[in-house]
Nanobody, 128 residues
């Protein structure tokens, strides 16, 4: 069982930055792929970014991004702290959504159904 708690959401003007964090419980964090998804008002949940399981110093890791955030968002993980982060720069009003982190181990990191555990979400609001 993995519990996930997101933090770092808030209100920001367009062009600003926010850093989301997701704290995970459990001792096998490094073995989970971690993803970020979002759901805007009146929209379906969509993939934002993901980072594969492992450790960059030993196994190497891979990152994945939605086209809409590529070049603006950066996903990273700290296995020693059981956290995954999403640095969001150059924010746009269309980035307004509830952001969720998720943990999974079935590959297909862009697909929501690949993830077994989800956080409660954190609201990000970007004003124009």
């Amino acid at each position: 069982q993995v519990q996930l708690v997101e933090s770092g959401g808030g209100w920001v003007q367009a062009g600003g930055s926010l850093r989301l964090s997701c704290a995970a419980s459990g001792r096998t964090f490094s073995r989970y792929d971690m993803g970020w998804f979002r759901q805007g008002p009146g929209k379906e949940r969509e993939f934002v970014a993901a980072i594969s399981w492992g450790d960059i110093s030993t196994y190497g890791i891979s990152t994945y991004y939605a086209d809409s955030v590529k070049g603006r968002f950066t996903v990273s993980r700290d296995n020693a702290k059981n956290t995954v982060n999403l640095q969001m720069n150059s924010l746009k009003p269309e980035d307004t959504a509830v952001y969720y982190c998720a943990a999974g181990s079935r590959g297909a990191l862009r697909i929501g159904s690949s993830y077994d555990y989800w956080g409660q979400g954190t609201q990000v609001t970007v004003s124009s």
